[in-house]
């Protein structure tokens, strides 16, 4: 899953400077997208037959996984149907009119989706609560095994619900629009 705002900025950026500099990153066993949804995206829509990766380990203990949380426009409507939607463990207001509300359960991912579906918009993720405000909702950490699950049933999670960090996604690899889009166009460059 991808934001199409971001998948916008990608395609700009790339076919500004013509080329793909960072690599998609993909798990050996799976192969699973780990990072890159938006960069294969923006190939996608330009026609592209190839794509850089680096390909992983991902049961590897140098992949870690990580979660976002998650803020939106707070409103009374907003709280009352994630509440529907989804298991809210812990409720919390803060000074500032935001609210803060913990999700139980690994299926709670999947709640999150459909409030999305349902016109809610993500303004933003960070790692920690205090630089968001709105409704900030915190998922239970993901797993590996959700994000495999996930992948290979194609009910795909919601974008920015999983963080890799891994240290393939610190490498650069220019590569040339020209080697991998193969369309039969005449490139300008």
Known sequence: MFIPGRVDEVLKSVTRSMVMAKPLVVAADSWILVDGAHRLESLKRLGARYAPVVIIDY???EVKLLG???SYPYSSEALEELRRL???SKRKDRHDGSVMVWLEGLDSYYDIKK?????FTLRGVSTSTRSLAGLIVIPPPPTKDLVVRAAMSGELLPPKATRHI???????LPTSLRRIIHDGRQWPW
């Open 115 to 119: 409030f999305e579906s349902l016109g």
């Open 86 to 88: 989804a298991a809210v």
């Open 59 to 61: 049961n590897s203990d």
């Open 166 to 172: 891994t240290a393939a996604k610190n490498i650069i």
């Open 68 to 70: 976002w949380v998650r």
